[in-house]
């Protein structure tokens, strides 16, 4: 039994319907690698004085180690995945079975290390800015129709405007981009972001 176990993480492991031995088994890896263990939204997350070094969350066809930096870390192997091609810091290791974890067990704990050693020494991911992010066309025509809109836009906070314009470019068909358009342009005249409440 590990002396660093967190009562509070019991919980997800006894819940845990899928990938039960394979979160045991990145368990007792991230515990070797001498970090606090804790749980942030709602999945085991280990930490390294307070600040978040990598999660572990159950997916359907995968589990996965999300390194929070992991833009930082020395890809050797190739085995980090991007999630999606906006996710700028985040870097996932997928496992299928415990066998695999088990065998990747020195390379993980090495993946660990390092991403501790990034939140040692301060560094952090340079994220593209609001204006590399392109604006969909029927977003920018409608901004273009309506002033009050764009002045709107422009004074929300550059996270929120990153939200909408990922929001708005994620559809295929632009009848669909319109639809997402139309629907969140009272929003950002009443100058609230796509979640806030």
């Known amino acids: 039994m590990h002396t660093r176990m967190?009562?509070?993480?019991?919980?997800?492991?006894?819940?845990?319907?899928?990938?039960?031995?394979?979160?045991?088994?990145?368990?007792?890896?991230?515990?070797?690698?001498?970090?606090?263990?804790?749980?942030?939204?709602?999945?085991?997350?280990?930490?390294?004085d307070g600040k978040n070094v990598v999660l572990m969350h159950g997916f359907k066809d995968y589990c996965a180690l999300l390194f929070f930096k992991g833009a930082l870390l020395k890809d050797v192997h190739g085995l980090l995945v991007q999630q999606t091609k906006n996710v700028q810091a985040a870097r996932q290791i997928r496992f299928t079975s415990a066998r695999e974890i088990t065998s990747k067990k020195a390379f993980l704990k090495a993946c660990i290390q390092e991403a501790a050693a990034v939140e040692k020494a301060g560094l952090k991911v340079k994220f593209r800015k609001t204006t590399e992010f392109s604006i969909p066309e029927e977003f920018q025509s409608k901004l273009d129709a309506l002033p009050a809109l764009k002045t709107a836009f422009t004074a929300l906070t550059p996270g929120r405007q990153r939200a909408y314009l990922i929001h708005f470019s994620a559809p295929k068909?632009?009848?669909?981009?319109t639809a997402r358009v139309e629907k969140y342009v009272r929003r950002i005249l009443k100058g609230k972001g796509l979640n806030d409440q």
């Open 173 to 177: 068909q632009s009848k669909t981009r």
């Open 6 to 48: 967190n009562p509070k993480v019991d919980g997800f492991f006894h819940r845990a319907k899928q990938w039960q031995e394979e979160f045991e088994a990145l368990r007792s890896i991230a515990l070797d690698c001498q970090l606090t263990e804790e749980l942030k939204w709602g999945c085991p997350c280990y930490t390294h």
